[in-house]
């Protein structure tokens, strides 16, 4: 039985936990901060998660899928409102397609569980990792309240420490690392919209609200109680930003202008906007994911920004696709972790591109008519013909097709619209059987010239 070290006890690093135990090996879980399930969690004080395809399969893998279940609530599409307070709802995929509201914490706890009490796995808490030995397979980690240090050795070593992992750090110290680190322009602030006086949901339950106002947004996410997780995402510098939201009187002004429905909602708008700390969205890449016997996943090689919901999903499908391998490998690890790192990469880069365009198109373009348009006639295409044509968003939420792939047949089916979305005649003719029939034939046609 090989003995294994992973080294935060996060999203990914207990669903790790939990499956590696299953498959039998011995697992020891180092994490730096207190342990969660001790502490009583309150709905909205951390950023919901929007679970889809990918994560259901992890969560099926770990054997936590009526669990999840019963904490998940299926957003449907984006309810998207206007200045004026008008709302417009824009479906995800087909009829009955939907991803996951679900609170971070109370996944984690479930998969902490999961790994602790179901499949053996020995969690340790108030352990920071000081530093890893890739050579000798050894890990020091050192008490955050007693200062007392331990020094551990394994077979297999696992950073799912976050985006600013220490295992990543002493990786970055090797060589023939190459790694980069971007913060992008806007940051977020977490708001949170209570139930109302009866319990009831304020808004649409079953959709993902959206408020865009080119350059920022602000969106929101149901809990199980019928409070909304919401977040301002906004640039931190500039005429529209949070350097122009200084003063209680210029929070005030802001909303009631900018959002004036969500304004009518919220009972203590300021205060609570005050109680919320701004934070910073970062891009993190790196290569190589393994040194020996040490491998990164999730966010600890591959941090994105939140846009297409598809941060935690990336971590868990990276759990699903190490797992495939150690299957298809009989548990030969020299062969998984080169072979894990090499499928993997560009996924993860493609991911993190496609997040920074989901959040041009959440800001900018969900208000677009010729966007709204455009869309509108591929999901026609897709309910009629799906073999022959899935739109971007479909193929990265509903589906297991690899990021990679999935970015680029995006790029190829905007450039075939392009020319059909140029045409002065569009607007009435955009659900003729004569346009489809156009649109899949220089489809077709793309694909000879891709093969020639």
Same mark, same amino acid.
């Given at each position: 039985?090989?003995?294994?070290?992973?080294?935060?006890?996060?999203?990914?690093?207990?669903?790790?936990?939990?499956?590696?135990?299953?498959?039998?090996?011995?697992?020891?879980?180092?994490?730096?901060?207190?342990?969660?399930?001790?502490?009583?969690?309150?709905?909205?004080?951390?950023?919901?998660?929007?679970?889809?395809?990918?994560?259901?399969?992890?969560?099926?893998?770990?054997?936590?899928?009526?669990?999840?279940?019963?904490?998940?609530?299926?957003?449907?599409?984006?309810?998207?409102?206007?200045?004026?307070?008008?709302?417009?709802?824009?479906?995800?995929?087909?009829?009955?397609?939907?991803?996951?509201?679900?609170?971070?914490?109370?996944?984690?706890?479930?998969?902490?569980?999961?790994?602790?009490?179901?499949?053996?796995?020995?969690?340790?808490?108030?352990?920071?990792?000081?530093?890893?030995?890739?050579?000798?397979?050894?890990?020091?980690?050192?008490?955050?309240?007693?200062?007392?240090?331990?020094?551990?050795?394994?077979?297999?070593?696992?950073?799912?420490?976050?985006?600013?992992?220490?295992?990543?750090?002493?990786?970055?110290?090797?060589?023939?690392?190459?790694?980069?680190?971007?913060?992008?322009?806007?940051?977020?602030?977490?708001?949170?919209?209570?139930?109302?006086?009866?319990?009831?949901?304020?808004?649409?339950?079953?959709?993902?609200?959206?408020?865009?106002?080119?350059?920022?947004?602000?969106?929101?996410?149901?809990?199980?109680?019928?409070?909304?997780?919401?977040?301002?995402?906004?640039?931190?510098?500039?005429?529209?930003?949070?350097?122009?939201?200084?003063?209680?009187?210029?929070?005030?002004?802001?909303?009631? +202008?900018?959002?004036?429905?969500? $304004?009518?909602? %919220?009972? &203590? @708008? *300021? =205060? /609570?906007?005050?109680?919320?700390?701004?934070?910073?969205?970062?891009?993190?890449?790196?290569?190589?994911?393994?040194?020996?016997?040490?491998?990164?996943?999730?966010?600890?090689?591959?941090?994105?920004?939140?846009?297409?919901?598809?941060?935690?999903?990336?971590?868990?499908?990276?759990?699903?696709?190490?797992?495939?391998?150690?299957?298809?490998?009989?548990?030969?690890?020299?062969?998984?972790?080169?072979?894990?790192?090499?499928?993997?990469?560009?996924?993860?880069?493609?991911?993190? +591109?496609?997040?920074?365009?989901? $959040?041009?198109? %959440?800001? &900018? @373009? *969900? =208000? /677009?008519?010729?966007?709204?348009?455009?869309?509108?006639?591929?999901?026609?295409?897709?309910?009629?013909?799906?073999?022959?044509?899935?739109?971007?968003?479909?193929?990265?939420?509903?589906?297991?097709?690899?990021?990679?792939?999935?970015?680029?047949?995006?790029?190829?089916?905007?450039?075939?619209?392009?020319?059909?979305?140029?045409?002065?005649?569009?607007?009435?003719?955009?659900?003729?059987?004569?346009?489809?029939?156009?649109?899949?034939?220089?489809?077709?046609?793309?694909?000879?010239?891709?093969?020639?």
């Amino acid at each position: 039985m090989k003995n294994v070290i992973i080294v935060g006890a996060g999203l990914v690093g207990s669903l790790l936990a939990a499956n590696l135990a299953k498959k039998g090996y011995r697992v020891k879980v180092y994490e730096r901060r207190p342990d969660m399930r001790n502490f009583t969690m309150q709905a909205g004080k951390s950023i919901n998660l929007a679970l889809s395809t990918r994560g259901w399969k992890a969560v099926e893998l770990a054997g936590v899928k009526e669990q999840v279940e019963a904490i998940a609530i299926p957003m449907y599409g984006r309810q998207i409102h206007d200045i004026d307070g008008n709302e417009t709802f824009q479906p995800y995929g087909r009829e009955g397609q939907a991803i996951y509201s679900v609170s971070r914490g109370e996944l984690n706890c479930v998969l902490m569980d999961k790994a602790e009490k179901d499949n053996g796995v020995e969690m340790l808490f108030h352990q920071k990792c000081v530093s890893v030995d890739f050579e000798k397979n050894v890990a020091l980690f050192e008490h955050t309240e007693t200062g007392m240090q331990i020094e551990e050795k394994a077979d297999l070593i696992f950073g799912t420490d976050g985006a600013f992992s220490q295992v990543r750090s002493d990786m970055q110290r090797t060589p023939r690392f190459n790694y980069s680190q971007e913060f992008i322009p806007h940051g977020y602030r977490e708001l949170f919209l209570p139930a109302g006086p009866g319990g009831e949901f304020r808004m649409e339950k079953n959709a993902l609200h959206i408020w865009p106002r080119g350059g920022y947004m602000l969106i929101a996410l149901p809990n199980a109680d019928g409070s909304f997780t919401c977040t301002l995402f906004m640039p931190y510098e500039g005429k529209h930003s949070f350097a122009a939201l200084e003063s209680d009187a210029e929070v005030d002004r802001f909303f009631k +202008e900018v959002f004036p429905d969500f $304004y009518d909602m %919220m009972p &203590d @708008l *300021v =205060g /609570d906007y005050k109680s919320h700390p701004l934070a910073d969205l970062v891009i993190i890449k790196c290569y190589p994911w393994v040194r020996n016997h040490t491998c990164l996943l999730g966010d600890s090689s591959h941090a994105i920004v939140p846009f297409y919901g598809q941060g935690m999903n990336s971590g868990f499908e990276d759990v699903s696709v190490m797992d495939a391998l150690i299957e298809a490998h009989d548990h030969d690890w020299e062969s998984i972790l080169p072979r894990f790192q090499e499928q993997r990469k560009p996924d993860a880069d493609a991911i993190a +591109e496609l997040a920074m365009r989901n $959040y041009v198109e %959440m800001r &900018d @373009l *969900v =208000g /677009d008519p010729a966007f709204l348009l455009q869309k509108k006639i591929e999901a026609r295409i897709y309910e009629r013909n799906p073999e022959a044509w899935m739109p971007l968003y479909s193929q990265v939420t509903f589906s297991h097709r690899r990021y990679s792939e999935a970015l680029a047949e995006g790029k190829k089916q905007d450039e075939i619209m392009a020319p059909f979305m140029r045409r002065p005649d569009i607007e009435k003719h955009w659900d003729s059987e004569e346009l489809e029939r156009e649109i899949l034939a220089a489809k077709h046609d793309s694909k000879k010239v891709t093969n020639v």
